[in-house]
């Protein structure tokens, strides 16, 4: 055991490829349900993902390979931020007087602000390769947003991106952010797509909501014959795919901290930073090599792994995406509006949420006060000021080492700590004066927006 605060890699060390967890998951028959088209309810094809996807995106998403190559272009970009540094949280295990040691891994060190960045340099990359000039996508907090409008900016691509209007009205400088970088950016919903209009109809004054901006993002694209693609930011399997250089590198830093992780925690919206941090140690578990556990946490405002339903439904409210089978809320599902805008998504990655069904993963979900508590507290202890989705992968940290302290066990924890909460200060101005509302979704909201699902065969069965 090492006293040491940074692990910090060398830019040689990189990761050359991504891990695909996909290959571990058929070789031990984990269920792998594919995503469906809408009119059909058949598997979807390649063709039927070609309007919004480039050809090497849409390999990527379908790919049972173990390891898919990072294209040295992108590990240059990389290289402005990466490795990121792994730090063991002396100052906070002091703080909480626990026999726990608690290890970060710092995505926030990135240049836009979070683990995005890593999907988004790569995404431009290959719509670029197949002469796309345009993307369209949506964004919660802003964090993905801006990440997107940096990559494209260095490929020289357009960027159109429609952003939550709740978070639009409460992270302006994420917008200026956005525009600094060249994408253009809307508040949604908005009057420029039709399935904006149609939100706008039934309630002028709807905060919006990630599905919402999915469907407008998708509708430019789709409707632009060929001439702009759609790029999202979590859910899928190759933006997953992308995040594991997350995970890769953590487990060589633990390794130099000589430790291995008794628990992996990280925040769940979509699932993309969870996972980018979780599949590469998931491996040892699904192989049998590991007891490692895995602690999705998310907001008790959008609980999709802790209180929704596995069925198939849309990614999207507007009902243009495939139907993918996962734990939803509803696609239906408008959210109340908490500060860690990117954890206010109906649905989770469908990969996650196959492991997560299969008990290889646990989950939990906190209320915004004692996320923001948390994150307090971390910012005093280590000084680091997390974005309010990070800040619930902090709170169970937290815990852990406050559980192992009361069981007096010598516990690793290891988190995702996915972005900084730089553009997210008035959020801890409510919370230091005491005016942040705690919201726990009404079950009856939740069965209202369940009863709205797509009807699809299998899941009469469920
Ligand atoms: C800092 C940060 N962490 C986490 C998330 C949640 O997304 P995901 O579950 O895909 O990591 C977001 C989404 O915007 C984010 O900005």
């Known amino acids: 055991m090492s006293e040491q605060t940074k692990f910090i890699l060398g830019e040689n060390e990189i990761p050359k490829t991504y891990y695909n967890i996909v290959s571990d998951m058929v070789a031990k028959n984990i269920p792998l349900p594919p995503p469906l088209h809408p009119a059909t309810l058949q598997p979807v094809t390649p063709d039927d993902l070609a309007p919004l996807f480039p050809q090497s995106l849409i390999a990527q998403e379908v790919t049972a390979e173990p390891e898919v190559e990072i294209p040295e272009p992108v590990r ?78 260095f490929f020289d691509m357009e960027c159109q991106v429609y952003m939550v209007k709740i978070s639009y009205e409460q992270k302006p400088y994420r917008r200026v952010l956005m525009g600094t970088y060249g994408a253009r950016v809307t508040p949604s919903p908005s009057t420029e797509t039709q399935s904006g209009r149609a939100i706008l109809e039934k309630d002028p004054d709807s905060l919006g909501s990630l599905g919402i901006a999915i469907s407008e993002a998708v509708e430019v694209a789709a409707t632009s014959g060929g001439k702009i693609k759609y790029s999202l930011g979590s859910v899928l399997n190759h933006v997953l795919l992308h995040q594991t250089i997350i995970g890769k590198e953590a487990r060589k830093q633990m390794e130099m901290a000589g430790e291995d992780p008794d628990v992996v925690i990280g925040c769940v919206g979509g699932g993309s930073n969870f996972s980018g941090m979780a599949f590469p140690f998931l491996q040892s578990k699904i192989r049998g090599e590991s007891k490692t ?99 619930h992968a902090i709170r169970s940290a937290i815990d852990e080492a406050l559980d192992a302290r009361k069981k007096g066990e010598r516990r690793v924890i290891l988190f995702n700590l996915s972005g900084h909460g730089h553009f997210d200060l008035s959020a801890y101005e409510q919370y230091l004066a005491g005016s942040l509302q705690d919201y726990a979704y009404p079950t009856e909201a939740i069965e209202q927006a369940l009863s709205l699902l797509p009807r699809v065969e299998a899941q009469a069965a469920d």
């Open 76 to 153: 240059e970009i990389y290289k402005l931020y990466r490795p990121t540094p792994l730090i063991r949280a002396h100052r906070l295990e002091k703080m909480l007087d626990t026999p726990a040691h608690i290890y970060y891994k710092y995505e926030g060190a990135s240049p836009a602000g979070s683990h995005k960045l890593n999907t988004a340099v790569a995404q431009v990359f290959f719509n670029k390769q197949e002469n796309v000039k345009k993307l369209s996508t949506e964004t919660g907090a802003g964090q993905w947003g801006s990440a997107l409008a940096m990559a494209c900016n």
């Open 293 to 391: 556990r895995f602690l999705a946490v998310e907001p008790t405002a959008t609980p999709s792994l802790t209180r929704g339903r596995y069925v198939y439904d849309f990614g999207d409210t507007g009902e243009m995406t495939p139907l993918v089978k996962m734990y939803t809320l509803g696609h239906t599902f408008v959210p109340a509006g908490i500060h860690a805008g990117g954890l206010r998504y109906h649905g989770m990655a469908p990969l996650l949420c196959s492991l997560y069904d299969n008990d290889y993963i646990e989950a939990v979900a906190y209320p915004q006060n004692t996320v923001f508590e948390a994150a307090v507290m971390f910012a005093r202890a280590e000084g680091i000021v997390a974005a309010p989705e990070s800040a």
